[in-house]
């Protein structure tokens, strides 16, 4: 494990400990944070923790055509229960997700600093996010970091208030992901909720050939 200076740089991710914990330190400015996305590596920590860079072996991804869509989501899909919006209310978003309870976690990993980071990214163009609605109230959404380039989204957190919302709003963005040949959106951990909606374990090595990395 290494830790970081001021110079914008990561270690390499192979370089990562069994639990895929690869440096520690830094900052979570727009350059290093798209430097680590661009490369493989993403932050997680909690609060009163120093910032921890990560780079797990196996990695969760969901290839977008393997996206399951249970009958009771089609359902309300096909319903139009929901409306869903793509960047119109991220601050919001981010709080929602900050402040879900999630079961085996006492805390949250979107601390003050996270949100503020985010924020800039997102007027920067670099995070997208989803908002579901219903009756005009906001009761699910996500966000991730877009990359382009790369045809790769790297999803951050979700959270929903009603049935289903959330997974709607995961639904729509596939689609639209879809229409610009996206090819891999990155799930980072694994969690039963992430198998469930289709996505899968793949080697670091693969994962970052996605990426052009290797």
Request: with cysteine; glycine share 8%.
């Amino acid at each position: 494990m290494k830790y970081l200076s001021k110079s914008i740089w990561f270690p390499k991710p192979e370089e990562a400990d069994q639990d895929g914990l690869l440096a520690v330190g830094g900052d979570l400015s727009v350059k290093r944070l798209m430097h680590g996305y661009r490369s493989g590596i993403f932050p997680w920590f909690e609060e009163g923790q120093p910032i921890l860079w990560w780079s797990p072996n196996p990695r969760m991804v969901l290839f977008p055509e393997n996206f399951k869509v249970s009958k009771s989501l089609q359902k309300t899909i096909t319903k139009n229960k929901y409306q869903v919006t793509f960047n119109t209310n991220f601050s919001e978003v981010i709080k929602n997700c900050s402040q879900i309870n999630r079961k085996g976690q006492q805390g949250t990993w979107i601390t003050e600093n996270m949100k503020d980071a985010y924020s800039l990214l997102h007027k920067l163009g670099f995070v997208v996010s989803v908002e579901v609605w219903f009756e005009n109230e906001l009761v699910g959404g996500l966000y991730g970091i877009d990359l382009p380039d790369k045809k790769v989204f790297c999803g951050e957190s979700m959270f929903s208030k009603m049935s289903d919302a959330s997974k709607v709003g995961f639904y729509y963005l596939i689609e639209k992901l879809k229409t610009k040949d996206y090819h891999l959106i990155d799930c980072q951990m694994y969690t039963t909720h992430l198998e469930s909606l289709g996505a899968e374990e793949i080697t670091r090595e693969v994962f970052l050939s996605h990426l052009n990395c290797k």
